[in-house]
């Protein structure tokens, strides 16, 4: 089963900044966190990934709380294109590292 | 930008028929999984693959799968005798480090519709 607990879904307006929490309370000092997304009818996609430090792209960053027990994914300026379900994974020992999905966030972005 | 490709994009198939699922991974990579995806459900791990051997299987995936790397570009999911319940959406995915920060790319997907 899947490590990480998150919101059904959320909704947000276009080119406003978009909070994703997730939770992960019996995460391990090895277990990084990982984010993918699924956009309508594609393959899941890669997003970012972290282990303790807060990680930025271009695109969105990863806050991670100094616990370590939850995380938050944060898009600067949402676009329709970003409509999506969003994953947060552990890959951890105890799954080999394999990917465990939950049923994720389905992020709605409203024009 | 490379990407996997996967083909065919969608298959019908009679129950019982054998299907195999093509896959051609990232050119560089070492790592290849295969994953499924039911209408409306979650995504689940079935398979992964590194130098020409399974490394690790989930319980979905008995003996009616296998999978094979024939000729060092292409991936395959052979599915034996398919049944009704086999019908999916099913994800290659190839990366080129594995463990905890290996970051995985995947394909668009096969359908597969099992009648």
């Known amino acids: 089963d899947a490590k990480t607990t998150q919101p059904n879904s959320m909704e947000s307006n276009e080119e406003e900044p978009v909070h994703l929490p997730c939770n992960h309370s019996t995460i391990s000092g090895t277990d990084y966190i990982h984010w993918y997304r699924q956009l309508p009818s594609q393959g899941p996609e890669y997003v970012i990934h972290?282990?303790?430090?807060?990680v930025n792209n271009r695109m969105v960053s990863l806050a991670i709380a100094e616990d370590r027990k939850s995380s938050t994914l944060i898009l600067h300026r949402a676009t329709l294109r970003d409509a999506a379900v969003y994953y947060c994974i552990l890959r951890d020992e105890d799954s080999n590292y394999q990917l465990i999905w939950g049923a994720g966030t389905k992020l709605i972005i409203k024009p | 930008e490379p990407e996997v490709t996967q083909t065919p994009s969608h298959q019908v198939t009679q129950m019982g028929q054998e299907v195999i699922l093509r896959c051609v991974p990232i050119?560089?990579?070492?790592?290849f999984y295969w994953y499924r995806q039911i209408l409306g459900q979650k995504v689940e791990f079935l398979v992964s693959?590194?130098?020409?051997?399974?490394?690790?299987k989930s319980e979905i995936f008995d003996d009616q799968f296998s999978v094979e790397r024939p000729d060092g570009s292409n991936f395959t999911l052979k599915i034996r005798s398919t049944k009704l319940e086999d019908s999916a959406m099913y994800f290659c995915a190839s990366s080129y480090w594995a463990g905890e920060a290996g970051e995985l790319f995947f394909g668009e997907g096969s359908r597969l519709t099992v009648l």
């Open positions: 050119s560089n990579h070492l790592y």
């Open positions: 693959f590194y130098n020409n051997e399974i490394s690790e």
């Open positions: 972290g282990l303790t430090s807060n």
